[in-house]
């Protein structure tokens, strides 16, 4: 079956510092990747997401992931973080489909928290 | 403006008592989803409606039922909960196959 591991479970940073997030999936086939984000108290929202092409994807608020097939990896970064970028990070792989749906398998997520 | 709906935020039933979890959606799409997320875990998908058209997924117990009266509401019921089932619920919308899913902000469920 489908599975996504994030490495990391919590993850603590100052103001400035770089971030990269881990995530790996298994799935041999065609996949498309997300990266979520759940800020405190509000919903899930999407910071990135990878279909196809460049594997280099960027998202909202200075956030990129990288896509490497050979090591289904999905990492996610950005240079210098903010304190606002305190949240909760789910990875999520989107590998099997019905004739009109798709499925989202989760990973259990990292905390950040960032440090002024 | 919120786009996908979740009432009530916060839920309190007791052991057994049946209970009854509402998403609604401005966005007008084809496809709903329920996920449940307990303390640490991933968001599980429960099951999904394509318009009318209910998806179970194999391990869903049979405890939890859906309705979708119309494309903007969808109801989470879950006939007797159990100690096991406090969680958080996620609705979540998309209009289907390689579109991205909108989620609400949850409802917390206890169980007393």
């Known amino acids: 079956a489908q599975s996504v591991s994030q490495h990391n479970h919590h993850v603590i940073l100052s103001e400035a510092a770089s971030l990269e997030l881990g995530c790996n999936y298994s799935?041999?086939?065609?996949?498309?990747l997300f990266w979520y984000v759940q800020y405190p108290g509000q919903h899930l929202q999407l910071l990135l997401k990878?279909?196809?092409?460049?594997?280099l994807v960027k998202g909202i608020k200075g956030f990129e992931a990288e896509f490497i097939k050979s090591k289904f990896s999905f990492n996610l970064r950005k240079p210098s973080v903010q304190w606002s970028d305190t949240a909760e990070y789910f990875c999520?792989?989107?590998?099997?489909?019905?004739?009109?749906?798709?499925?989202?398998?989760f990973g259990t997520g990292t905390r950040l928290q960032v440090f002024p | 403006d919120a786009m996908v709906i979740q009432n009530p935020r916060y839920q309190v039933t007791q052991f057994g008592k049946p209970v009854t979890l509402s998403c609604s959606q401005t966005?007008?799409?084809?496809?709903m989803y329920w996920y449940q997320q307990k303390s640490s875990q991933a968001p599980k998908l429960l099951f999904h409606?394509?318009?009318?058209?209910?998806?179970n997924e194999a391990d869903t117990p049979d405890n939890f039922q859906s309705r979708r009266p119309n494309t903007s509401f969808c109801f989470l019921d879950i006939r007797s909960p159990g100690l096991g089932d406090a969680a958080m619920y996620l609705c979540?919308?998309?209009?289907?196959?390689?579109?991205?899913?909108?989620f609400g902000a949850g409802t917390r469920l206890s169980v007393l």
């Open positions: 409606y394509y318009d009318k058209d209910f998806n």
């Open positions: 966005l007008n799409h084809n496809v």
């Open positions: 990878y279909f196809s092409g460049d594997p």
């Open positions: 979540a919308t998309s209009n289907g196959v390689s579109d991205i899913q909108y």
């Open positions: 999520a792989v989107n590998a099997e489909r019905s004739y009109n749906t798709d499925k989202l398998i």
């Open positions: 799935y041999g086939g065609t996949v498309n």
